[in-house]
């Protein structure tokens, strides 16, 4: 019987992510890839995309796929919202940069 995807399905309960998944942790040796804290030694229990999905990151590509512990996913993807926040921000204009409604 063939096994049926459907679109409401979430992406981490689909075969193909579940088996790429499994193989990154593998490929990885469980061992955390980023180590962001110097000398992380935990083992690698999440999977990272390294090209996002937004951006046109493959979901279950095994070269898109890094490991990762859990402290340094968390940090990781701090960093990635606060740059993503940062860069959707308007250069701020000083309201003392403006004389009479033109910039000086």
Same mark, same amino acid.
Not at 7 to 30: I, K, M
């Given at each position: 019987?063939?096994?049926?995807?459907?679109?409401?399905?979430?992406? @981490? @309960?689909?075969?193909?992510? *579940?088996?790429?998944?499994?193989? $990154?942790?593998?490929?990885?040796?469980?061992?955390?890839?980023?180590?962001?804290?110097?000398?992380?030694?935990?083992?690698?229990?999440?999977? @990272?995309?390294?090209? $996002?999905?937004?951006?046109?990151?493959?979901?279950?590509?095994?070269?898109?796929?890094?490991?990762?512990?859990?402290?340094? @996913?968390?940090?990781?993807?701090?960093?990635?919202? $606060? *740059?993503?926040?940062? *860069? *959707?921000?308007?250069?701020?204009?000083?309201?003392?940069?403006?004389?009479?409604?033109?910039?000086?």
């Amino acid at each position: 019987m063939a096994t049926i995807t459907l679109a409401l399905e979430p992406s @981490h @309960h689909r075969p193909d992510w *579940r088996r790429a998944r499994a193989q $990154a942790l593998v490929r990885d040796n469980h061992e955390c890839q980023l180590r962001i804290m110097p000398g992380c030694t935990r083992a690698a229990t999440q999977v @990272h995309h390294i090209r $996002a999905l937004a951006r046109g990151g493959d979901r279950s590509e095994l070269t898109n796929l890094v490991s990762v512990c859990g402290y340094c @996913h968390n940090v990781l993807s701090s960093q990635e919202s $606060a *740059r993503r926040r940062n *860069r *959707r921000r308007p250069t701020p204009i000083h309201p003392a940069d403006v004389l009479g409604g033109r910039l000086r």
